[in-house]
């Protein structure tokens, strides 16, 4: 078996039906799917049985523990030469795997990730928040474009690695936040080659509001102190960013007080995000939606940042002390 597709999913049904769908017109067809229920009270076991004579699927159900500690359930029983480990929400162009294949024999490696895009089914939301999420503007470019501030990390939403690799490293941590880059960064830190490939793309369709994405932005920004506080040197200048952002921010507010041309510079940045997520979605209502995703984008993981400073590293509380709320039970 050369691949393993691993999908950890918590009640999401629809969209294991839109990703599984999306496997069945692979071109390049030597895979197994590995679906494992996290304790989900909305479980897909239906939906993976309906593709029992178009995939070889197997389908596992275990109480919530979070996404990294499922991936690894998965990665027990799996029988590839290469564990690719998706999100549910994801959805696969048809020459995903084929992509992935050529990349491999062109040049071998240790572990792998490709970027994500859009689909054109998506909302303008989700549109919006793509583009937030990628774009150099508000990012860095560290999500696998061309342009970019730090190294690439894979990301545990399109995220490849040789499955024995995977076990020498003894798969993903316990994090609660992070789990990903935390992975991703002991492969660097075992000496294994890692590569962007970027023509294994995914359509990724992450949050569905704006309230969803703030959480999972403000997460990522405790997650990048955890890191911190894990491997010092993790920490780049484009973690940074946001937090100076978010207090630019409330100080051009504050300044707006006694002097309204102070919120020149904000209205400057959003014009950029506007003209560019208007440009790349031939849209100006995605463009508008782009700016308040760029906010929140960027002031979501700022606060994350700076909340996690404040209790980790002032208050010096650990990593389960300071969220006790935020961790699986």
């Not at 002991?186 to 994405?213: N, Q, S």
Request: glycine share 8%.
């Amino acid at each position: 078996m050369r691949y393993s597709v691993i999908v950890p999913v918590y009640n999401r049904p629809d969209e294991v039906d839109e990703l599984l769908c999306s496997l069945t017109k692979q071109t390049f067809r030597d895979f197994e799917v590995i679906i494992i229920e996290d304790g989900s009270s909305l479980p897909c076991k239906n939906v993976a049985e309906k593709y029992r004579d178009s995939l070889d699927i197997h389908y596992y159900m275990k109480p919530n523990s979070g996404p990294g500690q499922t991936r690894n359930y998965g990665a027990e029983r799996s029988n590839g030469e290469y564990l690719l480990i998706l999100d549910s929400d994801c959805i696969l162009p048809e020459g995903y795997l084929a992509a992935v294949e050529a990349e491999l024999q062109r040049e071998p490696a240790d572990a792998f990730g490709g970027p994500d895009r859009a689909h054109d089914s998506f909302t303008p939301v989700q549109k919006a928040i793509n583009y937030a999420m990628t774009s150099f503007f508000t990012t860095g470019g560290i999500r696998g474009g061309k342009k970019k501030m730090d190294k690439f990390y894979p990301r545990s939403f399109n995220m490849g690695v040789r499955t024995e690799v995977y076990r020498a490293l003894h798969g993903f941590s316990d994090m609660r936040f992070g789990e990903d880059i935390d992975f991703s960064i002991r492969i660097f830190k075992g000496g294994y080659r890692c590569r962007l490939f970027p023509e294994a793309w995914v359509w990724h369709k992450r949050r569905t509001d704006f309230r969803k994405f703030f959480k999972q932005v403000h997460n990522s920004g405790i997650a990048r102190i955890n890191l911190y506080k894990k491997y010092p040197e993790s920490l780049k200048l484009v973690h940074l960013l946001p937090a100076v952002f978010t207090v630019g921010v409330v100080l051009i507010l504050l300044a707006s007080l006694v002097c309204a041309w102070s919120l020149t510079l904000l209205a400057l940045f959003a014009l950029i995000i506007f003209l560019d997520a208007s440009f790349q979605n031939k849209s100006m209502k995605i463009g508008i939606l782009s700016v308040l995703a760029a906010f929140i984008q960027l002031t979501g993981y700022g606060t994350g940042f700076l909340r996690a400073w404040w209790k980790r590293c002032v208050l010096g509380k650990d990593a389960f002390s300071a969220f006790e709320k935020n961790f699986y039970k």
